[in-house]
Structure formats: structure tokens, C-alpha cells
């Protein structure tokens, strides 16, 4: 087994031309061991092109790109010993079981038969695969197949994963259970680069984020950093009685200096400076005595944010090139 860095992966000025088009530009990134660190960006944008050349699959043109410790271009071998990436496509064998494609990795890697069987039941189990091991793949759920191509990519004990698109195709609650097994995977000290189209996945997983746009980094930061660079917060009333409505948006337009828009949900919602006016709009609504069911304030979504920085609405954030998988 390899020994384990303490170092993820870092960038520092990253070029990648593909003729006279750059599709990267000077990229910085960094993520130490066991940190989930979301690429985002528009279609086009280079988050595949960054993947591609830290899996060693494409050689910079400029800049250095390190994994676990070792230079992806100089020592590409040792690299990809300590990598293992999951592109938008699961590929794993249908024909056979899930039990036989994860020993079939394990062979690959040179492990014994008796350990390739004991590694496969090992993550079968983490995985909550057992009951469906012995079933061939064609057969999986797509969030079965989704959840034995994470496995697969674990076979080898990986420090650093890469995953494109991870949950796209997925329901909403086969997601939640694949974001589960990504935070299990970063308490175990495995380094995560995530790109991802659904941005409240980011929010939810990520712990530094790095917004790229035309092969440059444009932004980065925790979430939070992100959302109070962008800046503003907004205040969120909805009143228990309709008929308080009227009065609750005359608070608000008080206290924000500007009028409330309503949402269909009855809902009150005014941008305001900073938590000063919070307080200052619920003691005037506790004065008047009336009743809410939602009083909240509130930092700029990630989607905000993400439309703020690249202009971009966030359903052109899908993977800019095809990845495949390796092992």
C-alpha cells in the first residue's frame, strides 16, 4: 500500500492550448489531504481540462501540477498509483457482477485473488451493495451502478479522487446517499475534486470552492467566503395572516428603504445592509403584533453567486469535455 501524503493536489500557473484556443489559463489551485475542494464553471470553461491533465491523461503546456507529493508530467507513473477519477459515465463491465468487476480491478492492481476478494466485500459493505453483489451490473438501479463505480474507483486505496459530474442522472435521494459516501470519503483523508452542475451539491460538500471561466480561475474561497464577497443579505417574511401582508411590507420598506417584492408564496423579501435590520424589522413586527411564519435572513445562494462571478445561469455548468474513467 502507498503511504499517504499529506499533500492533495496543487496547481500553480496551469497553460493548456488545444491549437490556438487556450483552455487553460494561468490556473492556481491547491487542496491539502481530506479536502473536498467544488471546480465550477460554465460550460467550456476548462474544469474537465484541469482533471484531465492532474490524471495525468494530458500534458501541461506550461505551470505545475502536482498529486500526492509528485509531479504529474515528471513522475506520471506515481501519480497514478495514488489517483482514481469517476467521470459523468459509470464503467463498470454489465455483464458482470459487482463482486467480479471490483475483483477484476483488484487483479489489475496486481492484488492476490484472496485480497482482491477481501478488498470487493470490503467496499460491497461500505457501499451498501452486498444484498445485489452476486447480481450482474445490467440489472443495477442507476444509483446502484453509480455507487459500485465510486467502489470500483477505491480498489486501489486512492489518496486523491477525482470526480466529473458525480450525480448526474440521479435521483434526488440516490444523490443524498452518494453526497454521504463523498463525506465519508473525505474523514477518511481522501482528497476530493469535485466538479458538479448542481451547485447546492457544492454548497453541501464542498469545502473551498474555485470558480474558473474561459481557463481562469475567477474566485475562490469557502462558500461562505464566496457568498459575502459577492455580497448582501436578504430579509424573508412570510406573515401567519394574509391580511398582515400589506402592513409587514410597509415595515420592510421602513427599515430596507426600498419596497419588498412578494412571491407567490406570500412570501416578503427586501435586500437590506446587514443583521442591524433583522432585529430592527422583528421588534417592529413583534410591536404590531404580528404573526410570522418565516422571519429569516439570508446570504446570497450559491447560484447567486455563481451567475454574480460568470454571468452564466447555472444550468450551462455541466462538464465542458467527456471524461472517462481510470483507474
Do not use: C
Not at 479536502?35 to 492532474?54: C, E, S
Request: charged content about 25%.
Amino acid at each position: 500500500m502507498v503511504t499517504v501524503s499529506d499533500h492533495g493536489f496543487e496547481t500553480e500557473g496551469l497553460t493548456k492550448r488545444f491549437g490556438k484556443v487556450t483552455a487553460l489559463d494561468g490556473v492556481d489551485l491547491t487542496a491539502p489531504r481530506g479536502q473536498v475542494l467544488g471546480l465550477l464553471g460554465p460550460n467550456g470553461a476548462g474544469k474537465t481540462t484541469v482533471i484531465r491533465v492532474l490524471a495525468t491523461l494530458l500534458r501541461p503546456d506550461g505551470g505545475h501540477a502536482s498529486v500526492a507529493g509528485f509531479d504529474v508530467a515528471g513522475r506520471p507513473g506515481e501519480v497514478r498509483r495514488r489517483i482514481a477519477l469517476s467521470g459523468q459515465h459509470t464503467s463498470v463491465d454489465e455483464e458482470l457482477t459487482g463482486l467480479a468487476n471490483l475483483v477484476m480491478i483488484g487483479r489489475l492492481l496486481d492484488l492476490p485473488r484472496p485480497q482482491a476478494l477481501r478488498r470487493a466485500a470490503d467496499l460491497l459493505a461500505r457501499f451498501g451493495l452486498e444484498d445485489v453483489a452476486k447480481r450482474p451490473v445490467a440489472g443495477y438501479s442507476g444509483g446502484m451502478r453509480r455507487r459500485l463505480d465510486l467502489a470500483a474507483s477505491m480498489v486501489g486505496h486512492p489518496e486523491v479522487v477525482f470526480l466529473d459530474e458525480p450525480s448526474v442522472g440521479l435521483d434526488p435521494g440516490r444523490r443524498d446517499e452518494l453526497w454521504q459516501m463523498i463525506r465519508g470519503l473525505s474523514a477518511d483523508g481522501v482528497t476530493i475534486l469535485l466538479t458538479t452542475q448542481y451547485l447546492e451539491e457544492a454548497d453541501a460538500l464542498a469545502d473551498a470552492i474555485a470558480v474558473i471561466d474561459r481557463g481562469r480561475v475567477i474566485a475562490s474561497g469557502t462558500p461562505a467566503e464566496l457568498k459575502r464577497e459577492v455580497g448582501g443579505h436578504t430579509i424573508a417574511v412570510r406573515p401567519n395572516d394574509l391580511a398582515d401582508t400589506d402592513t409587514a411590507a410597509r415595515i420592510l420598506a421602513e427599515v430596507a428603504g426600498r419596497t419588498p417584492e412578494r412571491s407567490t408564496r406570500h412570501e416578503l423579501v427586501v435586500p437590506v445592509t446587514g443583521d442591524e435590520d433583522f432585529f430592527e424589522i422583528a421588534a417592529r413586527l413583534r410591536e404590531r403584533r404580528i404573526g410570522v411564519s418565516e422571519l429569516s435572513l439570508r446570504l446570497p445562494s450559491l447560484d447567486e453567486v455563481f451567475l454574480a462571478l460568470t454571468g452564466t445561469p447555472t444550468t450551462a455548468t455541466a462538464a465542458d469535455e467527456p471524461t472517462k474513467a481510470v483507474r
